[in-house]
């Protein structure tokens, strides 16, 4: 009492008024485990009347934000995880690959083979044709910008600039692979691909195995007609699809893709969706449970809760949100590993199938001095908050220069930044922002903002041919072309720039015209300038940049060119008017600015509106969403529309609904006045705004120059974007529209992001020189010598310009006849040399095919040329091929095993492979494993080898694509035995082994045994998958490898000494060897050691230590499965393949396995002796076989140990006591008489001499039965005395007795047998009356003595008949009757043994329930044992009768469980979660029994199932319970998150509180031991359980801490005590 007097000084107390009680605040519903409201007290229920009133959820000041920042994290790509499903935004579409926005800021990538898999096939087939197929739908054809799509994260990489990318796939395969055919609901949005074209319809592709889906042509037509412009579904394209029939459960599915089902389709509870199988973009019905400032947690489809941040709520109902708010919400993630859900409240993704408008950002580049923090997310980044009130955010790595530099402290809320708008997000339509100085400060943020004639400082990236390429800033290239690096042409450029070296470059244009077509087409009108002429070759040269044909004032020209287009578009008119048509007739009449009278006819899925078509049919009336103006529209709903544009074309009206435009202002406009304009509609010249001021539509030209034909995605215009323009006509004419001319683009209120595409690739492999000379015709055939002059040097090949400027090609494996290896035959070649070459093929610069000469586009070929001198001789030419021969022929013509000569073209860190050629058209690829068997050389193989380097190299066969031959650099690829290979490590098995695979799908098993010449403690440490490891192969028989890591294997030339050597054998082990093994298991005999993979020894327990464990779980806790000890071999039975160990000291030299502690008692000498000679007699040594031996021998240690569990370790209670007694006894028998007695228990029992298989396996599975002799000898007890088993939880069969309360006494003396006496006295003489009288006395003293010993209440039984008088005396006392039947058990009579259990059923008394449970679950384990399925269902059915049903389920399923009926301890467990559904503790247990299996997911969803089923008040317990056995079973990481949630919603229950500061204590670091005391000692609770904390907290630092932190609890405690004293006072 002192102490805690001292530790916690008393302060003054009052009772508290009633009105200083703080009201109870309403407890929110914790975000992850669906928990109702914490239930109030009684009293608080009675004295409230009527329903409750809902109240806006308050934030407890209290609450740790910390814990809350966390929980709402936002998405970064560290939390992204491969499997992840997560919905996207298509932001850029490539030929080759799609560009996409992710939630929170990311950014993914979806490669073309990543699309479906009858995409891909379609790839494949055009490939191998060479020829484009006319079905098959390029990139851009199939996606457009805005489409919402689901994509699963399929890698996880870092590129080549050490920036990490996010790799994605839609392939419905890898999306839908979470739905099986029997999941699928009628109701389900899915997302499918058409896969082909039928005669009825078209089958899609969904992804789920066994199911096969149909959409029917009629399904389709509205999709088709509104979404495709009439033409029909390609393969590959991206449907969201809505299943309107299942059949045959799941076989078949039909679809249904019709806007209205799609954009309604909400998942629902009967749908049946899980945590397991829901799919983002699913829109679904939620619930609000909790409102934080970082966002909410929603309860969706009943018991399933997800997170929205900040960035996903609905931007106009922020800040409005309430507890039980009913909304819609968007899933937009699902993590596969922690089941958390993300979701979204923005209306934009409501909607399914809908695409996303707004793309874009205004003022992108804009640099903005103060920005204040709005939030900071440690993991993710920070949030601004910008002058017009929208959100932007900065990534991480955006908030400095570096991370040594990044302080997070400066990013409080409310602190201003300076920051760039570098990007926007289309999926959190936010804009992105920069802190990067570099950024910051660049003169050019974009392509976009360069203006030519600026003079700017760039960097050297590296010299080209074509001209060099220099670094203006970090996203800016540009190329220097030859003839511009300096006022003469330099012939070697490299000599004056070298790459880093700064240089002052003057910017000439930004736009190069690297393809005229991209430009100009036939027909097109320019304007050019002569700037030479050359009369004898009657012919001039042009110039048609823009510079050199100016026209004079840009907006005059631009005026004209308007004027122009519109007269052409006016006499189109003029013309079609005429016409007979009614259709054109109307269109004719129609002009912009008309305001007409419309009926909406439908609203299409993109938002946009067609109006019906009146009087006359087929004219069709749209306008687009922006145009729709946000109003609400409905089918037969009147409108009043402006028209924006007629297409004459396309038989097509724009019309708009924007009230401005609708209603014009009257308002007199003058000329050359400017206006402020809103662009509403875009043709190909020109543009259609609309006045700001008056909404009048005005027309201004796009160009205005008629060369000015290209533009920038970040120079085109955008509908919305504001411009700057002057009016050159105040009225309209005939067309409709004023004239004017565009303001400088400075004026433009909105930009648009620069493509990635459009930066200079300095990495092209592209030569230039050689795409110009393949236009050239020649007239070239095979054979044909040439003479031309190298222009060029590549690794592998050498470009030549022949006569007439026409392009050819050496490839290096035409330079020389025999290469030597190692080198580069290019390099023999100098530019400007002149070489005579002939002619042996054409290849078509597009495909690198070689042409036939008679093929007619043969004369636009590369020339491929050879100077091998052989080549070159006189008649080389006549064995040249004049046919064409196609690469997979010729790939087919090389053997495996064959030597080729081959040039490296390049290293694919990716694939992780050499890319090399053996021939001009021949190509192949070396896997890493198949380079070298050097680790030095696999770890960097490109500082290895040279690009363009000649390399030695065996076939070993084809590719998989047959398009490569596949290479070895290190001989032929065999996996035989005494064969060393290179393998990569896929999987590693604790305590096992490795499994390794190798190239070409084989795949092999390394033993703990073979993974070193030295064994360790942790010897699987250091490998992970994907590590490349040098294996030899010990076998092959099986279809799995079997092989070793041991350098002494792979590098038998190193000869270096072998610490453990080789046990393949009992054949290899000598008794008296000194060997190192690692433990297999404990058993009852003793400790199972490994000697190698199939050798395994046994060391009794007298054996393995000096001391004596009173309890099993010290033997697991020092001697744990894979533990490393060493032995030596007592001897070795070769006969029945026995191997006896020691692990003494005294044998071995080291030190004992157990260190001496209190735990641990020293055996006697004279103990051990006795123990070691009679198991030495009764032949249980040690006894290790072989694998196959071996599964057989667990298999009936199974058996063993469950006969022991009878209920413990009473097997061998007969024997041992004679053992004892032999150890005790004051006069010890002869060696003559020990060994009669010896050779009369042989003779006794038979079946351990002659069965010694079976004995020998049925002694090892039995438990060692310590002496049960524990109590001290003054506390014997009589027999009528021995009480009742008490247990407090069931039975528990894996204890010792010694465990059991109370144990029988000890015996103090034992007495000789009388069979023991029987051989003496048949040997006596004839004795005298004297000897006979003595003698009778003698019997007289021992027949007394023999009944002391009957009556003495410690007396061990060795017979029935000793059983029969103890239950008699005892009849309730379980535990004699258990012992009793293991007394029948050790001598297998097992019949005897189940009529002992019956008698003990109908002798026990009735009101002895415990009692008569425990004999109940004796019998089922008996049962279990040795008895069938059907005797045990008998059992069980009879005891769930007679006992409380709950218990016998339980023990049954603990019974399966320990003999490893892993299947049938399931079924039960799901029996009883049906019939004891209410019970909270057939939960736990099943949720333990998931886990010690290993399915961690599926005990996830038991609690949940367990929180559905079980009553509100009961939820605490269970998620404290689950969680404890997460600490412990399963994952610590998880088991903290369920406390922390459950603990935020309930900070009050202290009882939790203490559980998770136990487990955290036992499972975790101080470091989060001292935060949770932290954050508990300052919650407001009742004094006495702070008090009680504060205790918990002082005894924790007393323990573990300094003296410094013991004061510091101290000095918090008294804060606490005055802090309330003053409280109280006020």
């Known amino acids: 009492m002192a102490t805690m007097e001292e530790s916690f000084p008393r302060g003054g107390t009052r009772k508290t008024h009633k009105s200083e009680i703080a009201p109870q605040q309403s407890v929110e519903q914790d975000n992850l485990f669906d928990i109702s409201t914490e239930e109030e007290s009684i009293k608080r229920k009675k004295s409230q009347k009527g329903p409750a009133k809902t109240k806006k959820l308050k934030i407890e000041k209290r609450e740790s934000s910390k814990s809350i920042e966390e929980k709402f994290e936002i998405l970064s790509i560290e939390s992204l995880c491969e499997g992840m499903r997560i919905l996207g935004c298509v932001k850029e579409v490539n030929e080759l690959e799609l560009v996409i926005s992710l939630p929170n800021g990311l950014q993914g990538f979806v490669q073309v083979t990543e699309i479906s898999d009858a995409y891909t096939k379609k790839l494949n087939e055009q490939v191998e044709q060479e020829e484009p197929l006319k079905d098959l739908a390029s990139l851009p054809e199939l996606f457009s910008p805005g489409m919402l799509v689901r994509c699963v994260v399929s890698s996880l990489g870092i590129t080549e600039k050490g920036k990490k990318s996010v790799k994605l796939s839609l392939n419905p395969q890898n999306v839908n692979k979470v739905l099986s055919a029997e999941a699928l609901k009628p109701g389900m949005l899915l997302t499918g691909t058409v896969s082909s074209l039928e005669d009825h319809g078209y089958l899609v592709d969904i992804g789920v195995g066994g199911a096969r889906a149909f959409l029917p042509l009629q399904k389709a037509q509205e999709y088709i007609r509104q979404k495709n412009k009439g033409a029909k579904l390609k393969v590959g394209q991206y449907l969201h699809c809505v299943i309107k029939e299942v059949k045959g459960n799941g076989g078949v599915v039909s679809l249904s893709i019709g806007h209205s089902e799609v954009s309604t389709a909400i998942a629902t509870e009967e749908q049946s969706w899980t945590l397991n199988n829901l799919l983002p973009g699913l829109v679904v019905k939620a619930q609000v449970q909790k409102v934080t400032p970082l966002g909410l947690t929603l309860n969706f489809l009943s018991f399933f809760t997800g997170l929205v941040d900040f960035m996903h709520l609905e931007p106009k109902k922020a800040g409005t949100y309430f507890s039980n708010q009913a909304v819609r919400a968007c899933v937009l993630s699902v993590h596969p590993r922690t089941r958390a859900v993300r979701l979204s409240l923005r209306p934009v993704f409501l909607q399914p199938g809908r695409p996303l408008t707004q793309l874009s950002c205004q003022h992108l580049g804009a640099v903005l001095d103060d920005a204040p923090v709005q939030g900071f997310f440690s993991k993710a980044g920070a949030t601004f908050r910008l002058k017009d009130g929208s959100l932007a955010y900065a990534r991480l790595s955006h908030l400095s220069d570096s991370k040594k530099t990044f302080n997070p402290e400066a990013f409080k809320p409310g602190n201003t930044h300076k920051c760039r708008i570098i990007n926007y997000s289309q999926m959190d339509e936010l804009a992105l922002l920069s802190l990067r100085t570099s950024i910051i400060e660049a003169q050019f943020l974009g392509y976009h903002d360069i203006k030519p004639g600026a003079l700017v400082k760039g960097t050297v990236l ?42 002052t470059c003057r910017i000439m244009s930004d736009k190069f015209v690297t393809s005229t077509s991209d430009h100009f087409v036939e027909g097109q009108t320019v304007v050019a300038k002569v700037t030479n002429v050359d009369e004898e070759k009657q012919r001039m040269l042009l110039s048609l940049r823009l510079s050199d044909c100016t026209l004079g004032d840009l907006a005059t020209t631009s005026l004209l060119l308007l004027s122009q287009c519109l007269e052409e578009r006016q006499g189109v008119r003029s013309l079609m008017s005429n016409r007979d048509s009614v259709l054109i007739q109307t269109l004719a009449e129609m002009t912009p600015g008309m305001v007409l009278d ?39 709903q009147k409108k009043k529309a402006v028209i924006l544009n007629v297409d004459m074309l396309k038989l097509e009206v724009h019309v708009s609904l924007c009230h401005d435009l609708v209603n014009r202002k009257a308002k007199k406009l003058k000329k050359g006045r400017e206006h402020q304009a809103i662009v509403q509609h875009l043709e190909e010249s020109f543009a259609v705004a609309s006045l700001v001021e008056t909404g009048h539509l005005a027309a201004f030209s796009l160009t205005s120059h008629l060369n000015d034909t290209f533009r920038f995605d970040s120079e085109k215009l955008q509908v919305g974007q504001g411009v700057s323009l002057t009016l050159k006509t105040t009225e309209p004419g005939v067309t409709g529209l004023l004239l004017a001319v565009e303001g400088p683009a400075a004026k433009r209120t909105m930009r648009q992001t620069r493509k990635d595409s459009e930066t200079v690739d300095e990495d092209d492999e592209g030569d230039p020189c050689m795409v110009v000379g393949f236009k050239k015709k020649h007239t070239l055939s095979i054979g044909d010598m040439v003479t031309g002059t190298v222009k060029s040097i590549k690794p592998t090949h050498v470009v030549v310009t022949l006569e007439n400027g026409i392009i050819g090609c050496i490839h290096a494996s035409h330079i020389l006849d025999d290469v030597p290896e190692g080198t580069s035959p290019t390099a023999r070649l100098k530019v400007g040399k002149k070489v005579t070459a002939r002619v042996i093929g054409g290849r078509d610069v597009k495909t690198s095919k ?18 091998r001198p052989s080549v070159l001789e006189k008649d080389g030419h006549a064995a040249l091929n004049t046919h064409s021969v196609s690469p997979l022929e010729k790939i087919k013509q090389y053997q495996a095993g064959q030597t080729v000569t081959c040039f490296l073209k390049k290293y694919n860190v990716i694939k992780k492979w050499l890319e090399v050629e053996i021939a001009p058209d021949i190509r192949g690829r070396i896997p890493m494993l198949l380079i070298s068997l050097s680790f030095k050389v696999l770890k960097h193989p490109d500082k290895k080898f040279q690009i363009g380097q000649a390399l030695k190299a065996t076939v070993v066969g084809p590719d998989s694509s047959k398009a490569f031959l596949c290479l070895s650099l290190i001989g032929p690829h065999k996996l035989e035995k005494g064969e060393v290979a290179m393998g990569r490590v896929v999987k590693v098995t604790p305590n096992k082994g490795l499994t390794v695979s190798f190239p070409f799908g084989r795949t092999g098993r390394v033993s703990i045994f073979h993974v070193s010449d030295s064994y360790s403690e942790a010897p699987l440490e250091d490998f992970i998958p994907e590590k490349i490891v040098r294996c030899y192969v010990l076998s092959t028989a099986d279809e799995v490898l079997t092989l070793s890591l041991r350098s002494s294997r792979t590098n038998p030339e190193t000869k270096s000494k072998v610490p453990d050597p080789e046990i393949n054998s009992i054949q290899d082990v000598q008794e008296g060897q000194l060997l190192r093994g690692y433990v297999k298991s404990v058993q009852p005999h003793g400790v199972l050691l490994g000697l190698g993979p199939s050798v395994v020894g046994l060391a009794q327990y007298p054996r393995v230590s000096r001391h004596s464990p009173l309890e099993k779980a010290l033997y697991e806790r020092y001697l744990p499965e894979g533990k490393l000890l060493t032995a030596k071999v007592l001897s070795v039975n070769h006969q029945k393949n026995l191997v006896e160990l020691s692990f003494l000291p005294s044998d071995t030299g080291k030190p004992d396995v157990f260190p001496a502690s209190p735990g641990l008692s020293p055996l006697k000498q004279g103990e051990k002796q006795v123990e070691v000679e009679e198991r030495d007699h009764k032949g249980k040594e040690e006894k290790e076989k072989k694998k196959k031996n071996q599964k057989r021998k667990e298999q009936r240690n199974q058996k063993g140990q469950e006969e022991a569990q009878l209920p413990s370790k009473e097997k061998k209670e007969p024997q041992k006591p004679h053992a004892e007694k032999q150890g005790k006894r004051p006069h010890r028998e002869s060696a003559s008489e020990q060994e009669r007695a010896n050779k009369k228990q042989k003779k006794a029992a038979p079946a351990e001499e002659d069965d010694s298989g079976v004995e020998v396996y049925y002694r090892e599975g039995e438990e060692e039965v310590e002496d049960i002799s524990v109590l001290p000898k003054g506390k014997q007890t009589r027999p009528a005395e021995v009480p ?64 002391e010993a009957l009556m003495d209440p410690g007396r061990q039984p060795e017979s029935a008949d000793d059983f029969d008088r103890l239950v008699l005396s005892s009849p309730n006392s379980s535990i004699l009757w258990l012992q009793y039947m293991a007394f029948h058990l050790q001598a297998t009579e097992i019949e005897k043994a189940r009529a002992v259990a019956e008698r003990a059923l109908k002798t026990i008394s009735f009101r002895e329930e415990q009692e008569k449970l425990n004999v109940w679950v004796a019998l089922l384990n008996l049962e279990n044992m040795y008895g069938s399925q059907e005797s045990l269902t008998k059992v069980f059915e009879r005891a769930v009768q007679y006992n409380e049903p709950l218990k016998v389920f339980l023990q049954l399923a603990d019974i ?52 559905e089923c079980l009553p509100q008040k009961e939820h605490v317990d269970v998620i404290s319970k689950f969680a404890q056995l997460e600490f412990q079973l399963g994952d610590a990481e998880r088991a903290k998150a369920i406390f922390e949630n459950t603990l935020s919603t309930y900070p009050k229950r202290t009882d939790v509180w203490s559980v998770y500061i136990d487990m955290t204590i036992k499972h975790g670091s101080q470091k989060e031991v001292r935060d949770i005391f932290e954050r508990v000692i300052h ?22 801490g300094t003296e410094k932190d013991v004061q510091a609890v101290k000095a918090k405690a008294l804060d606490y005590v005055e802090a309330k004293s003053s409280v109280m006072e006020d």
């Open 462 to 503: 590296t010299i080209k041919p074509y001209g060099m390429l220099v670094k203006v800033s970090e996203q800016i290239r540009g190329l220097v072309p030859p003839m511009h690096l300096a006022d003469i042409p330099m012939k070697n450029p490299e000599k004056k720039y070298h790459i880093g070296d700064e240089v």
């Open 598 to 636: 419309l009926e909406v006819q439908e609203v299409l899925e993109d938002g946009s509106v067609v109006f019906s078509e009146g009087p006359v049919p087929g004219l069709v009336l749209r306008a687009s969403k922006y145009h729709r103006a946000g109003q609400e529209v409905e089918s037969g």
């Open 850 to 867: 070689f042409l036939p000469i008679s093929h007619p586009r043969f004369i636009r070929t590369i020339p491929e040329l050879s100077v």
């Open 1284 to 1347: 009742r088993l008490q247990l407090s939880s069931g039975f528990v069969w894996d204890v010792g007795l010694e465990s059991l309360t109370p144990a029988l006494p000890p015996r103090r003396e034992s007495s000789d047998s009388e069979e023991d006496e029987k051989p003496q006295q048949t040997t006596q003489k004839k004795k005298s009356k004297k000897e006979r009288e003595l003698e009778k006395q003698k019997a007289e003293k021992e027949l007394s003595r023999m009944e």
């Open 1456 to 1507: 399966y469980t320990k003999s490893e009926k892993f299947q049938e301890a399931g079924e039960l467990y799901n029996r009883m979660l049906k019939r004891f559904r209410q019970e909270k503790a057939v939960w736990v247990k099943y949720g333990a029994f998931l886990l010690r299996r290993g399915q961690a997911g599926a005990s996830h969803r038991v609690m949940q199932r367990a929180l």
């Open 1579 to 1600: 919650l407001s609770l009742a004094p006495k359980r702070m008090k009680f904390f504060f205790k918990r907290y002082l005894d924790y630092e007393k323990q573990h």
